[in-house]
């Protein structure tokens, strides 16, 4: 298969790129090129994805068979908000119009941060737990807003141009041997997790979902959550809302340490589930992808 990444050189993107060139062709747009420091195995682009000229030039170029579109400012407070929201959805705007144009499927990054947990005021407690993609989208930040816009971009362009759209929604992604969720000071202070209730997922897990993703049978849009099995802190996840919240949701069902967010509809569609747990993964020696 022929598939363009966008912000394929970014942190997490570049495990993206480099997971895909085990089994596809892989051709990388981002701000800049590389050069002769790229991957050996990936062609670049050079483009500003909010361009849609561009962009759309571009893609009919290539006319790749599926588009994994990665690049965004990936957190709230990284830039202002009204920039995170126009980078974003302008982005996501260009890439999957011109993607639908030619037919390509598609599988982009949204993030657990168009739930409007974690960049809340007040954090709140979830309706359930796990929590399931079913879950109210209610953000009050720029970020998860541009998220739940990014997400309706590709309802219209799977319901216009009849090409499957997935949207990934991970949660702080993790790289191999770098592993903050599992910092003295993140383990030792439950607020310093409890935005997103002690979630993380493992950038390998999530690379291994691009995947599957784009070789399920997905139709139309689909939405998925994205995280480890687990929680970062080992402990009973109902214990520590309880400790920190005061409560679980009445609509509660988690058992042990398990994540705060539900992936059987991963496992179920796309045949996928994390395998990564912080308990090996955050002292593994694994070398970047040079992208």
């Known amino acids: 298969m022929d598939v363009v990444v966008t912000g394929g050189r970014g942190q997490t993107g570049r495990w993206v790129v480099d997971r895909l060139t085990e089994d596809h062709s892989v051709t990388c747009l981002d701000r800049e090129h590389p050069g002769a420091d790229g991957h050996p195995e990936v062609e670049y682009r050079a483009v500003d994805l909010t361009d849609q000229g561009s962009v759309f030039d571009v893609l009919t170029d290539l006319y790749p068979d599926a588009v994994v579109h990665w690049a965004a400012i990936p957190a709230a407070g990284i830039q202002s908000g009204v920039d995170t929201y126009r980078n974003n959805t302008l982005a996501a705007h260009s890439v999957l119009t011109a993607a ?8 982009q990054a949204s993030s657990d941060g168009a739930y409007g947990f974690f960049f809340a005021d007040e954090t709140p407690v979830p309706d359930e737990l796990p929590i399931t993609e079913d879950h109210a989208l209610r953000p009050e930040d720029d970020y998860g807003l541009s998220k739940i ?6 309802k219209t362009i799977a319901r216009r141009d009849d090409v499957p759209v997935v949207s990934l929604r991970p949660s702080w992604i993790q790289l191999p041997g770098e592993y903050p969720c599992r910092d003295e000071e993140y383990t030792s202070d439950l607020a310093a997790g409890a935005g997103n209730y002690w979630s993380y997922v493992d950038v390998r897990d ?10 399920s049978d997905v139709t139309g849009h689909e939405a998925f959550n994205c995280v480890a099995p687990d929680n970062a802190l080992g402990r009973s996840l ?5 400790e920190h919240y005061g409560r679980v949701p009445e609509n509660c069902t988690v058992e042990g340490d398990a994540a705060a967010y539900d992936t059987t509809k991963a496992r179920d569609l796309l045949g996928w589930e994390p395998t990564r747990s912080w308990r090996t993964a955050a002292t593994e020696t694994v070398p970047t992808p040079q992208v």
């Open 100 to 107: 639908g144009r030619i037919g390509a499927q598609v599988v």
């Open 149 to 154: 816009v990014t997400e309706e971009i590709g």
């Open 206 to 215: 999530v690379a291994d979902m691009v995947e599957a993703a784009l070789t």
């Open 238 to 242: 109902r214990e520590l809302m309880t």
